[in-house]
């Protein structure tokens, strides 16, 4: 797979812990849903705002994010649309990614000629496009850094993004409590991670292994796959013949987990459960349904964007959030995963993506 389509397949999970700023409640959208702002939306709005929600100081929001080929991106910019449509007071100018990053700083480049009020980025990759959130900001355009992280923190004003480790270190930690439940010794578990050249699958690993490590525990064999059906259906093949007896998997991410689950069904293999990543619609209908080997997933939320969008919008205003008793937005927040159960996924339904 070349980088651009890497890129382009990149895709974090869902929710998070509660959305600092705004959107908490937002439903993930899908490619093919209107982007009008909802009632929730609207009240997301209201609520992260505070005393700031009344309509203020018109700012304008210029956004970009890569072409929107799978759920989580299409999720990113749908919600960043609805959620600058919920308030009077905001334009919202985007501008196409492109097809890598060069195309995406040409294009971020001329938008940054018209001298919006905040930009608001996923970046094709953060390192590359590091360069232009130093221009920006030394411009005096604030930038608003969403998922993939530049290095320098003298490139953006506000970093949004999920927790990679933490994805990892709840994986595991339902993992073990689950083959503790079930009283197996020595377990067999695998992995099927995504990207191997991406930070954020290396972090996942990392909080993956290191909490295994706490329990005693170790994976037995990892395939990394490529963040899309068809690789992961690869991946879960080759693991599943590597491994004869299994107790239990996880799997980075729900995209990728359709045809993960494809290839445990070809294989007819039921011996073991598995836990997903990033809370798709689909994995959640999967978990409460109970009738596949996926019992649960944990989340890396496309709600990010939303929350973007509400605290751009405060920063161009000159504005702090309500609850806190700083008169500034942080400089960075990074989204809790959360644990999909079939206990709690009525709870979560509504915000698929």
């Known amino acids: ?20 700023g705004a959107g908490v409640l937002l439903a993930g959208c899908t490619s093919n849903e209107s982007q009008e702002p909802t009632t929730a939306q609207t009240k997301g709005a209201d609520a992260a705002a505070g005393g700031n929600a009344a309509p203020g100081e018109r700012v304008t929001i210029g956004f970009s994010a890569p072409a929107a080929d799978h759920g989580w991106i299409a999720a990113i910019t749908n919600n960043a649309k609805a959620q600058a449509a919920a308030y009077s007071d905001v334009e919202f100018k985007t501008v196409e990614a492109g097809a890598d990053a060069a195309a995406q700083r040409a294009a971020l480049s001329t938008l940054l000629s018209q001298k919006p009020d905040v930009i608001v980025l996923l970046p094709h990759d953060g390192k590359e496009l590091n360069a232009f959130g130093l221009e920006a900001m030394q411009a005096g355009v604030p930038v608003v850094n969403l998922d993939r992280a530049f290095p320098d923190a003298k490139a953006y004003r506000l970093q949004i993004k999920g927790d990679n480790y933490g994805m990892g270190v709840a994986a595991a930690t339902y993992i073990a409590e ?8 020595n377990p067999v578990i695998g992995e099927i991670a995504g990207i191997d050249s991406l930070e ?6 990392k909080g993956f292994a290191d909490t295994l490590a706490q329990h005693g525990l170790k994976v037995a064999n990892r395939r990394a796959a490529e963040f899309t059906a068809d690789s992961g259906q690869q991946a879960a093949t080759g693991l599943l013949q590597a491994l004869p007896k299994i107790d239990a998997i996880w799997n980075h991410d729900d995209d990728q987990g359709i045809g993960v689950l494809a290839a445990i069904n070809q294989a007819n293999r ?9 809370g798709s619609k689909k994995a959640m209908e999967d978990i409460q349904a109970d009738n596949t080997v996926l ?6 939320s496309p709600s990010m964007a939303s929350s973007a969008i509400s605290l751009a919008r405060l920063i161009a205003q000159g504005k702090g959030m309500s609850d806190l008793v700083e008169l500034q937005v942080p400089k960075e927040i990074i989204l809790a995963s959360e644990t999909i159960t079939k206990e709690n996924v009525s709870n979560y339904l509504k915000l698929g993506f």
Do not use: I, N
């Open 1 to 20: 797979m070349t980088q651009h389509s890497r890129d382009l397949s990149r895709r974090r999970l869902l929710f998070g812990g509660a959305a600092v």
């Open 178 to 185: 689950q083959l503790k439940a079930k009283g197996v010794s």
């Open 295 to 300: 019992k649960a997933t944990v989340t890396y």
């Open 200 to 205: 954020l699958t290396q972090e996942r690993s």
């Open 270 to 278: 039921k011996e073991f459960f598995m836990v997903g990543g990033a």
